[in-house]
């Protein structure tokens, strides 16, 4: 049975080093652990670590599921910070396409606690997180006198069924296959639809049964308790997903989305984009006490978890000025903030086997960290047919409200969960 894999496990600290006169002794930089029984079949994933103030690299190993490898050094640390680069490479094939593809996955977490562990765990599909639904049945339903400019979503507690928009089914109404999902123990689904105007409207169906035709009119649907607008400047593309829980995030008995993409809107009779819009208002309903909202707009991404916001400020990304996007003295400046920051790069291109390779390198730092590349150890680069000449900067993202850099580190890399409601994160991101 495959298996997938959450990141666990414990911040440590290092040692210090006992001095004597035979130098240093040797300590544990770094531990990383992929326990047997992780579906990593195609993957080759190497660690390489480094000492932080100086870039030099401690040592760099590969990992393979039922093995827990040490990185030691017996130099001193400045600060105790290592930065770790987590290189993990797949090979495969896709149909219809000669020769075989290879994805190069390069993040790099820079200036981070040195003496923890990163642990791979196995978990077995059929308890890895939310209880697969089962399709008892199918029905159909017809939409009379909509919008000209509606977008529409269905969901159950599951999440979403599908989203429409008047791309698909231009005209006043709605009729859906006969492909809507009916899934166990979900016998409520919610039908949102939001306009271009801004005027989000939600229907319940409740107990639908396999072959239902259901019959609705525009004039049926009710409005939302609560709206909460998100004005920014002009956008062609504003996404937002929101979810109600009955219960704490992630859990009770029931649990609907909305979801609105302005991108499904403007094609109208003439194939055309509309005017951008300025703003999109989000519906909430009483009955739903926390949320998770995901918005993205102009470079602007909004996540939160928890009661419904009272408002949802937008801050421009040219905030940011990136000075410099070379591989080896990034740097930005701004007047705004920032809690850690990401800077993307990569490049594809032919590769011996016939394919593609597909090369992606993140550096993740605080505020007052570098995004500085140290070369990959030669025999990686020789191994995988890197070429780091052909790097090329795509975007940075700056987290300016949301976790800071070491619980982000600790989450991601040791931990394996998610910032606890009620939470809200927003991110900027400059190309």
Not at 4 to 27: A, I, R
Not at 206 to 219: G, I, M, P, R, T
Request: overall charge negative.
């Amino acid at each position: 049975m495959k298996k997938f894999f959450v990141f666990v496990g414990c911040l440590g600290l290092l040692s210090s080093c006992n001095k004597d006169n035979d130098g240093p002794s040797s300590v544990t930089a770094l531990t990383v652990t992929i326990e047997a029984g992780v579906d990593r079949a195609g993957n080759d994933d190497w660690f390489i670590v480094r000492n932080h103030a100086t870039g030099e690299v401690i040592d760099y190993k590969n990992v393979k599921p039922g093995e827990s490898v040490k990185f030691e050094t017996n130099k001193t640390l400045d600060d105790n910070k290592i930065d770790v680069t987590w290189l993990a490479v797949d090979e495969y094939t896709v149909d219809g396409t000669a020769g075989k593809q290879r994805s190069c996955s390069a993040p790099t977490y820079l200036g981070i606690e040195a003496g923890g562990e990163i642990k791979l765990k196995a978990v077995p599909e059929s308890t890895g997180g939310s209880t697969q639904p089962t399709i008892v049945g199918h029905y159909k339903i017809l939409i009379s006198h909509l919008p000209t400019d509606y977008s529409i979503s269905l969901s159950d507690k599951y999440g979403l069924l599908g989203d429409y928009g008047v791309a698909e089914y231009p005209g006043d109404y709605y009729l859906s296959g006969d492909n809507i999902d009916i899934r166990n123990d979900a016998s409520t689904h919610m039908i949102s639809v939001n306009t271009h105007s801004g005027d989000p409207k939600y229907l319940m169906l409740e107990n639908l049964k396999d072959l239902d035709k259901v019959n609705k009119d525009y004039s049926d649907f009710k409005s939302f308790d609560k709206i909460v607008q998100f004005k920014l400047p002009d956008a062609y593309e504003i996404e937002a997903f929101v979810t109600g829980f009955d219960g704490p995030v992630g859990g009770g008995s029931l649990s609907l989305s909305s979801y609105a993409l302005t991108n499904s809107l403007p094609y109208l009779n003439n194939d055309s984009y509309n005017a951008p819009r300025s703003s999109i208002n989000l519906g909430f309903l009483n009955k739903f006490p926390n949320y998770v909202i995901e918005l993205n707009a102009n470079g602007f991404d909004y996540v939160s978890k928890g009661p419904a916001p009272t408002a949802i400020n937008y801050t421009d990304p040219s905030v940011f000025s990136i000075n410099d996007k070379s591989l080896t003295h990034f740097a930005a400046s701004s007047s705004q903030s920032y809690l850690y920051r990401t800077v993307y790069y990569g490049y594809s291109e032919k590769n011996e086997l016939g394919g593609n390779t597909y090369m992606s390198v993140s550096f993740i730092s605080g505020a007052e960290g570098a995004a500085h590349y140290q070369p990959f150890p030669q025999e990686l680069l020789t191994k995988f047919s890197i070429n780091p000449d052909k790097i090329q900067y795509s975007e940075a993202s700056f987290v300016i409200k949301g976790e800071s850099f070491s619980d982000h580190v600790d989450y991601v890399l040791f931990n394996g969960n998610n910032p606890p409601a009620p939470y809200e994160k927003i991110t900027l991101t400059v190309h």
